[in-house]
């Protein structure tokens, strides 16, 4: 079993849905956590980032955190053309000397104008 | 700012010819600094990371390794290229300041 469970879709949705993308976990000790946004033939860039359990919200973007569940969330609202890329999530245990990142596979996400 | 340059963005290299990637970070110092290889539909692979000059720490045996000559350099190798070393090369760095990763943008490695 993979630390880090991450459906890699394709999903594809219509302009102006709402979008939930997900992550499940197993290791408990995870208490930092990131979504990443890849463009085609990019590098990932940080999109969210949370610590602990909660709900963050940015613009039309919402991370949620349920560490109870060890499940991950990112919500978009009023989803654009321009949101389509891959999502994927990240999760560390702490700020330890290298900090180091556990990722999802990524979801490949297509917003259709 | 700090600002994370990788070079080249693409590169078609035969099977048995070296490799080098180069990876530097402007704007901080003494970051942790990465090497991830992105196959094409999977993850993120880490290969390598160092949190400091000539301290390289490997992830997953391989046909390449790593150097940090300078604080803001970090050096990705080969001798002798694979055909399963395509894939899609991520440098990245972070500090104690930081979210997460800064990754570069990437350079796309065809080995035929």
């Known amino acids: 079993q993979k630390e880090v469970e991450q459906d890699p879709g394709p999903l594809s949705v219509p302009e102006g849905a709402i979008v939930s993308l997900n992550c499940t976990y197993s290791?408990?000790?995870?208490?930092?956590f990131m979504w990443y946004r890849q463009y085609s033939r990019k590098g990932p860039e940080l999109l969210m980032y949370t610590y602990s359990s909660g709900n963050k919200e940015d613009g039309r973007f919402t991370a949620q955190v349920d560490k109870s569940s060890k499940y991950i969330s990112l919500f978009i609202r009023d989803s654009q053309p321009s949101d389509s890329a891959t999502y994927l999530c990240?999760?560390?245990?702490?700020?330890?000397?290298?900090?180091?990142?556990?990722f999802g596979s990524g979801t490949q996400l297509t917003v259709l104008p | 700012s700090q600002t994370i340059h990788q070079w080249p963005a693409t590169l078609v290299q035969p099977v048995g010819s070296p490799l080098s990637l180069e990876c530097t970070v402007e704007g901080t110092s003494n970051p942790n600094l990465y090497w991830y290889r992105q196959a094409a539909g999977r993850g993120l692979q880490l290969l390598f990371y160092?949190?400091?000059?000539?301290?390289i720490s490997s992830e997953v045996p391989q046909n390449l390794s790593a150097s940090r000559p300078q604080d803001r350099q970090f050096i990705l190798s080969s001798k002798k290229l694979l055909l399963s070393d395509s894939g899609f090369y991520l440098c990245?760095?972070?500090?104690?300041?930081?979210?997460?990763?800064?990754f570069g943008s990437g350079t796309r490695l065809t080995v035929v």
């Open positions: 990245a760095w972070s500090s104690w300041f930081n979210y997460g990763y800064t």
């Open positions: 290791n408990s000790a995870f208490q930092y």
């Open positions: 990240a999760m560390s245990e702490g700020s330890g000397s290298a900090r180091q990142l556990t």
């Open positions: 160092s949190v400091g000059i000539g301290q």
